[in-house]
Nanobody
Framework: QVQLVESGGGLVQAGGSLRLSCAASGSIFRDNTMGWYRQAPGKQRELVAA???????DYADSVKGRFTISRDNAKNTVYLQMNSLKPEDTAVYYC?????????????WGQGTQVTVSS
């Protein structure tokens, strides 16, 4: 089975930076999308950024210009470089992997890592 292991969360001051990492292991379909979602207390989980195995990118408007997503296909690892962090970025960040072999659809989630930005 696929498992996602996250690291890099923590507490930073506004304006600081963090780099999140997520490594996927198991039987992974070649063509896939990996990304990051976040969920703050009382809010729905939302997409932060995503990247396909072919390099197609997607960012939430709120993080464009501040966050950068990248991946290493050989390692099945996705990264999220977060710069100029704001208190409103505070949330639990979840790594996501999804793919669509044939007529099926699969999605996997990491356990979540807390990012807290103080003012």
């Amino acid at each position: 089975q696929v498992q996602l292991v996250e690291s890099g969360g923590g507490l930073v001051q506004a304006g600081g930076s963090l780099r999140l990492s997520c490594a996927a292991s198991g039987s992974i379909f070649r063509d896939n999308t990996m990304g990051w979602y976040r969920q703050a207390p009382g809010k729905q989980r939302e997409l932060v950024a995503a990247i396909t195995s072919g390099g197609r990118l997607d960012y939430a408007d709120s993080v464009k210009g501040r966050f950068t997503i990248s991946r290493d296909n050989a390692k099945n690892t996705v990264y999220l470089q977060m710069n100029s962090l704001k208190p409103e970025d505070t949330a639990v960040y979840y790594c996501n992997l999804r793919y669509y072999p044939g007529y099926s659809a699969y999605a996997y989630w990491g356990q979540g890592t807390q990012v807290t930005v103080s003012s």
